[in-house]
């Protein structure tokens, strides 16, 4: 009985292993049968950088062209939305961030999809804390000066933002609701247009990550007044933090990710995912992302999935707290 039991126990094991190696062999054989299409739910800007420095990668790893499109509007949903529809076959993807995977949930009265259950997480890519960025011209000399000239006219100041639902956006709001100040938000299909927009003074301020404003500060057409994060940028040290500034505590993200459709087979996550682990992590890519202040994650589709778990009600709470709402 005894070596019964033990024969069964054996064979069991192999198969598993028997799986296991299949399930590696088949994720590492899977290659794209046509070309394959990177949606960017928004134009020009780093979440677009992001898709065009990995696009050739990906396509010099697995024989086939990746073409990246541009489907901007509603604040990400529509882009997001094709990939949500598209076929789980490995052959769509979508390059996602803050708004469209977090933030709309709250920020919408109705979403048409739910990110948890209709996307699956590939890696989280990058994330980045963002500048306070505003017009020379308009004479702000720091973050309390800033603030308190909005609160002198509070009909004067406007801000652009890259898309409605972006942490461009809501991290405006939450510098508003923290320092009790007001500024018409000006929502724009991208960071192309809504820098475009503040150098030529028709929206005094903004917030954005460094890949989208460090030409135009060294230039001298745009100016910083404060950052994010919780600690300084490295290329701009004498640029202070915002709670430095005295918004105590204050802290906002940006981050961009790849995902598919929910439904497509694991073989296909994974093989995407090692690549992008790679491609992340090579040294031409790493020296790209490091000058635009990217932190490289590369984490895995679980990692990446619990993000999105947490980001939700994070971003939620500051909604609610301000009172946000889509235009």
């Known amino acids: 009985m005894k070596s019964h039991l033990k024969l069964a126990a054996t064979v069991a094991l192999a198969a598993c292993a028997a799986t296991s190696a299949w399930a590696q062999t088949a994720a590492s054989d899977w290659r794209p049968s046509k070309p394959v299409r990177i949606i960017v739910p928004i134009v020009g800007s780093t979440n677009d950088v992001l898709a065009r420095l990995i696009g050739p990668e990906l396509q010099k790893a697995l024989g086939q062209p990746f073409v990246v499109e541009n489907k901007p509007g509603a604040g990400g949903n529509i882009g997001a939305l094709e990939v949500v529809r598209s076929a789980p076959d490995g052959h ?4 996602g961030y803050n708004g469209p995977l977090a933030i709309n949930v709250t920020l919408f009265d109705k979403m048409p999809y739910d990110p948890m259950k209709e996307l699956a997480p590939i890696t989280l890519a990058v994330k980045a804390p963002q500048y ?8 702000f000399t720091d973050v309390k000066d800033f603030i308190a000239k909005a609160k002198a006219n509070p009909t004067q100041y406007s801000y652009g933002s890259v898309a409605m639902g972006s942490a461009s956006h809501l991290t405006m709001e939450m510098m508003k609701s923290a320092a009790s100040f007001h500024a018409t938000h000006i929502p724009y299909r991208g960071a192309g247009p809504a820098v475009t927009d503040l150098i030529a003074g028709n929206v005094q301020a903004g917030f954005f990550v460094p890949g989208n404003v460090q030409g135009f500060v060294k230039e001298g057409r745009l100016k910083l007044l404060a950052s994010t994060g919780t600690k300084r940028f490295p290329s701009t040290p004498d640029v202070p ?4 500034s005295g918004l105590k505590d204050f802290e906002a993200t940006s981050w961009i990710g790849l995902l598919a459709p929910a439904g497509t087979p694991p073989a296909i996550i994974n093989r995407y995912h090692d690549e992008m682990v790679r491609i992340l ?3 031409e890519i790493q020296k790209r992302l490091h000058e635009m202040e990217f932190e490289i994650v590369a984490s895995t589709p ?21 009172g946000a709402k889509a235009e």
């Open 92 to 95: 769509t993807l979508l390059i």
């Open 132 to 139: 306070l960025v505003v017009n020379p011209a308009a004479g």
């Open 241 to 244: 933090t915002l709670a430095e």
């Open 281 to 283: 992590n090579s040294p």
């Open 302 to 322: 679980k990692q990446f999935s619990d993000w999105i778990g947490t980001e939700i009600p994070r971003w939620g709470k500051v909604i609610k707290s301000t």
